[in-house]
Every structure is written in C-alpha cells, then in structure tokens.
C-alpha cells in the first residue's frame, strides 16, 4: 500500500478477480455482500442473546450505531473528495515537462512521510496543536491517502505511449486537448486503482479517529476499553471490518464500470 | 521563534533522559516487525509459488489477502483480542496477515514474468519442476519477491504501532500514552518520541532492504 515502487500499484496479469473468467464477476460480486450480511447476522444474533447491563445497552442502541456509522462514511466521503481533488491535479502538474526537476525531491518526500505511523501524525495534530475534532481527522485522513492517488496519476500518465501522443500532436490537437482526450482517458483505470486504494486507507484510518474526537465507528471500540465492556468493542471492530471490505467491494465494482471501453 | 526554540531543546532532553527507554521500545518494535514479516514472507511466498500456474488459484490467493488488508487494523487486533487475548500474539497474527498481500503478488507477478524460453531450456537440460523452481524460476523473480517484502515492511512498521491498544509492544505505547495526557507538556514528547521511533525503525528497514537485495541477488542479474 505504502510502496514506493509500481509493483505495488500494478496488479500480475490475469489475477483481476473480476476476469478471472465468465463466471467470475457474478458470483464475486454477490459473494461478498451475502457473507456480511451474514457476519452482520451474526453479530446481531450473538449481542441480542447476551444479558446486556446498562452501559452496554446505551452503547448499542440502533440510533448510537447509525449515527458512528454514518459519522464514519461522511469522514472517509469527505476525505476521499479531498484527496482526488488535490492529488489528480499535482499528479497532473508533476508529469509535465517544466517540473520534472522537482518530481524526485517530491516523490522522496511523500515516501519518507508515508513511514509517519497514522496515530502518531493524528496523536501530534491533537497534543501539538489541539486540533481535534471531524475536520482534524479529516486532514490527517487526507495526509494519508494522497500518496496513492498522486502516484498511480503520474503512474498512468507517464504510462502513456509517447506514439499515441505523437499522432494526437499530428492530428493537430493543443497540448491541453492532447492532455484531456488521451493521456487522462488512457490513465483512468490506473488512477481508479490508486483512488480505490486511498478509500480504504481512508475507512481504515477513520477508525483512528475516535482518538481525537473525530466519531466513528471507532468511537464504540474505545468506548469498549475505556468502560471494560468487550461485547460494545467486539461490535464496533465487526462492524468496521464488514463496512471497509463493502466499500472496498463497491469500489471495485465501480472501478470496473467507470473504466473508458476499449482499453 | 522562542517558545519553538525552546520545545526543541525539551523533545531533546526528553529523549536523552529516557534514552534506554526509547532504544528499548525501539528493539521491541523492530523485533516485532521482523517476526510478523519472517512469517508473512515465507507463507506468502509458499502461497504465490502454489497458486501462480493456475488463474483461478492466484485470483482466490489475492483477493483473500487483499481482503485481510481491507480490514481496518484497529478493528482486526480487537477481534484477534478476543480469540488470543492481550500481548504480542494478537499483533503478531495481524501484522503477519496485513503482510501477506505484497509477498503473495510479487512473487506472482516475478514468477510470471519470468521468461518462458529460459524455462524451457532448463527443462531440456533436464531439470526437475522443484529444481526448476528453486535454481531458475525463483531466483530470478527474487529481486521483484524481495520489493514485494519490502513493501510489506514499511507497512507493518506503521501499523505495528496501533498494537499498543491490545497492549502489543514498541513506539505505539509512546503515542498513546501522550494521547491519553492531551494537554499536559510532557504529551507532545511522547507522541513526538513515539512517532519519529517509528520513523527511524522504517528507515533502518528500509537500508537493511538496499543491503539485502544487494547480498541476494543472483550475480547475473545484478
């Protein structure tokens, strides 16, 4: 996820779940969401047969669990926007001509930054600076994810054949159209890769969020070890590993769909 | 400028004064590490060298690791806690699944690339399909393989620190800690120590790595 290399960022041929072959995408695509209904089932049935005490039950209510969950999905929302809003762009500036010479001390940079641990940088914003709260989990969200997208942009960019460029030259498109009618459209599927990856990166780190007051569904994990009640955590991790493996799961999905045809 | 001035010199004496404190959090997290990665390497290369003839198999291998690096690791460590309870045990079983994913597609992706013609002249000198893997298949896909460690690595050094919650060793007992004083002067130091630990551990990694791949890369490929 963190690598600094493309071996990372590109998957082996043929090892695309999605043509592993004609019956593949279907059953892959239903597969998935069965078994965490099934998990959420579980869950629902294993914490109804319990004897809740009263910390417990105000913990689990419907209501405190729809709003973590939603609090969580707007943190990774938001944060995703603001990653693709920032990293297409720089990704778009790095891979022209007049910067190349700031693209290594860039790139060095980001990778030395992505050795920074998630709590250690959102610990920092809270005791450093009292940043705490939804928009500081946010910035230490976005810190995050950018790396990702930033590289597979200037990944599939540069990935362009030089050919293809050439004849858009010689059929007489501007720099600019040559730029948005081939080299972004050749780059997407690359790009959709690296937004996947920052959106689970994102689901992942808003757990942490809970730490500096920024809600969550991590907000029940730690109300679980703060108060000695296992059964509030145990529901808070199941229920953030089932909605990072779904949203990671639509992801693909739309990754799928949105690729240009014909590539 | 002063008051900045000033917290530097603190975060310095800080870190002076409880010097075999932060070296000792420092060999626990790095142990750690290469625990978790010793084990992911070796099972995900096992993985990659059994499921990558067959599309099916490495399309089921990969999408299961990936899965287990989708699930959040906070999330993960409470759920092993209540399987293997507090300590190590929990940390070292997620690292090691959060590692899987990088060894298994590189060794893939190496073993794939991997010219057929060079193969197949290996089989007409008669080598065995395992003396074929372990002379000529594997080592040449070991410089992709070891990226793919390497990757995992710098990973796990990172998400090693988020263990402290299920009371897991190294920098992140640092971190949280200073979280848990918001507001006291001596928080800053703390997570500071804990962080730019982890920093250091990364990037001591990292040059192991360089040396590694220098020391085990087939003399012809080099």
Sequence with gaps: MTASTDWATVRPPGTDPARGGRWWPWIGRLALPVVLALVLLALWLYVGSQELDSIEARSLTAETIGETAARHVALTAVSTVLVVALAVPLGILLTRPFTRRYRGLLLTVANIGQAVPTIGLLALLAVAFFFLGFWAAVVGLVAYAVLPVLRNTMVGLEGVDPAVLEAGKGMGLSGRQVLRRLELPLAVPVILAGIRTALVINVGTATLAAYINGGGLGTLIVAGFSTNRFLVSLTGAVLTAVLALLVDH?????EDVLKPKGL | MQPERNDDLDFVDFAWQRRDDVLQLGIEHAALVALSVTISAALGVLLGVLSYRSPTARSAVIAVTGAFLTIPSFALFVLLLGIVGLGTAPVVIAL???????????????????????????????????????????????????????????????????????????????????????????????????????VVVAVVFDAAFTLLGKLTTSKGLR
């Design chain 1, 250 to 254: 639509l992801a693909g999905i739309a």
């Design chain 2, 96 to 198: 090691t699944m959060y590692g899987l994913l990088p060894v298994v597609r590189n060794t893939i992706t190496g073993l794939l690339q991997v010219d057929p013609a060079i193969v197949e002249s290996a089989l007409g000198m008669g080598l065995s399909r395992r003396q074929r893997l372990l002379r000529i298949e594997l080592p040449l896909a070991w410089p992709v393989v070891l990226t793919g460690i390497r990757v995992s690595t710098v990973v796990l050094v990172g998400i090693a620190a988020i263990g402290a919650i299920v009371n897991g060793p190294g920098y992140g007992e640092l971190i949280f800690t200073g979280l848990a004083r918001v507001g006291s002067p001596v928080a800053v130091n703390l997570v500071l120590a804990g962080t730019l630990g982890v």
